[in-house]
């Protein structure tokens, strides 16, 4: 069975700081990990994957993500955040299988981004 | 990536009436998903919807509220039947496009 634990559910930095949003899964096979980003009232917009190829992943607006099977984590950073960041971002695995099967997915970090 | 609407973007519909949603991809897709985001919540998948087969249900999740229909491989739809206040949720479906799922804008439904 796979799962998802995000720590925080609120994380506030202010423009320019460091953003950092933590994320570990459990799986039993090799995992595809996903984080996605919502902002208000809009549905979820991929940010970037892990699927088993380079495990430091470069995703849109400045996002990366490191995969690291011995802490079987996968935190999403950004090096200076924008007040255009503020939303929440959700975290989710898959087993192999990628796309094909259920997306299970953390309980999402909402991100405030003070001036 | 495929680009996926839903229809309609809201609505606020009255106890124990039924409200289908529409998902239209502007490819042909293969494996088509309904999801559900309480208020608050995280998402969960009600339903996996193949062209040509009947819909499979997460634990759950009833095809007699839930019933979806997937007549092509560019359209479906999900119904929320004999609603009632705690089906008020945003609805989205999403597509397996390669490795990825995406996810259409969401149905924000209110149930009074």
């Known amino acids: 069975a796979q799962s998802v634990t995000q720590l925080g559910s609120h994380v506030s930095v202010s423009e320019g700081a460091l953003v950092l949003l933590r994320c570990n899964y459990s799986?039993?096979?090799?995992?595809?990990l996903f984080w996605y980003v919502q902002y208000p009232n809009q549905g979820l917009q991929l940010l970037l994957k892990?699927?088993?190829?380079?495990?430091l992943v470069k995703g849109i607006n400045g996002f990366e993500a490191e995969f690291k099977k011995s802490e079987t984590s996968f935190h999403l950073t950004k090096p200076s955040a924008h007040m255009s960041d503020a939303a929440e971002y959700f975290c989710a695995v898959s087993g192999s299988g990628g796309s094909q099967g259920n997306l299970i997915f953390g309980k999402g970090t909402k991100l405030s981004v003070k001036p | 990536s495929a680009v996926i609407s839903q229809k309609p973007s809201r609505d606020i519909c009255q106890r124990g009436t039924s409200l289908t949603i529409q998902c239209q991809v502007d490819s042909q897709v293969t494996m088509m998903f309904w999801y559900r985001q309480q208020p608050g919540q995280s998402l969960t998948l009600i339903a996996t919807a193949n062209q040509g087969s009947e819909a499979t249900y997460e634990s759950g999740f009833v095809i007699d509220k839930f019933p979806i229909s997937r007549p092509n491989l560019t359209f479906s739809t999900l119904t929320v039947s004999n609603m009632s206040p705690e089906d008020s949720s945003i609805y989205l479906c999403?597509?397996?496009?390669?490795?990825?799922?995406?996810f259409g804008p969401g149905t924000r439904l209110l149930v009074l």
């Open positions: 799986s039993s096979v090799p995992p595809y």
């Open positions: 892990y699927t088993s190829a380079a495990t």
């Open positions: 999403s597509v397996a496009w390669g490795e990825t799922q995406y």
